[in-house]
């Protein structure tokens, strides 16, 4: 019998209890805490981690343990960094396929729907929403919030955000609706900023010139005002030249 999303919501949160707050003190104890991860597991459909092959599309490329699900069934990574790190993550997950960036906000949710920034349950519930919800193989490369930068799909695998651009761009989206959000000041500034600072970490580790930056809304097959009618390009590119 399928998972009604309140159940997959209770234990996509029960998982993230067990991989994050299980004290372990002896085997006896990880082991228990192994066997309530692979029946939850079990549970929500999600695949035993592997190492991903070549599939069409995709580098092969070694996944770290600390992903949260790997193989080629809409691998995750879902471990936060901040931007000094883009270089070694890049270094280790190349987005050779890609040649430019494009910028999303997330609308749904917003910075009011999501007071503490996002969490690791979100990518869990991110990945079931993409994976079952809509269909997709794989989604956004990079979600951001004001305090850090969280690793979607893998850089090296082709994501799905944008129809004209998810062959040749990396896809990041930001923390909140900056239709009616304010991105110039609060919050909406500490996301942007940190939005800027690692698409100048980006910029710096690919080498591409900041002319490679897109908005969503540029895409011809979309009528979204994604990022937000509230930010110009041109001022969010100057944001980024300051970081670079």
Request: charged residues 20%; proline residues 7%.
């Amino acid at each position: 019998m399928p998972l009604d999303n309140a159940t997959k919501e209770d234990l996509y949160t029960l998982r993230y209890l067990v991989t994050n707050d299980w004290r372990a003190g002896d085997a006896k104890s990880e082991a228990s805490r192994k066997e309530a991860l692979k029946v939850l597991d079990g549970l929500l459909g999600v695949a035993a981690a592997k190492k991903p092959s070549q599939a069409a599309g995709k580098e092969d490329s070694s996944a770290p343990a600390s992903w949260l699900y790997t193989g080629d069934d809409f691998p995750v990574v879902g471990v936060p960094m901040m931007p000094s790190q883009i270089g070694a993550y890049f270094a280790g997950c190349s987005p050779k396929w890609a040649k430019g960036i494009t910028i999303h906000h997330m609308a749904e949710p917003s910075l009011r729907q999501r007071p503490q920034g996002l969490l690791t349950q979100h990518m869990h519930n991110l990945r079931d929403f993409y994976r079952n919800s809509q269909g997709w193989s794989a989604g956004p490369h990079f979600f951001i919030d004001e305090d850090q930068i969280w690793p979607f799909t893998p850089a090296n695998f082709r994501g799905v955000h944008a129809k004209s651009f998810n062959s040749a761009y990396l896809g990041i989206e930001m923390l909140g609706d900056y239709d009616s959000e304010d991105p110039w000041s609060g919050r909406g500034l500490q996301v942007l900023t940190m939005t800027a600072t690692a698409v100048a970490a980006m910029l710096r580790a690919t080498g591409w010139p900041i002319e490679r930056i897109n908005f969503h809304r540029e895409d011809p097959k979309t009528q979204k005002t994604c990022p937000g009618t509230l930010i110009p390009k041109a001022r969010f590119l100057d944001l980024v030249r300051s970081k670079l």
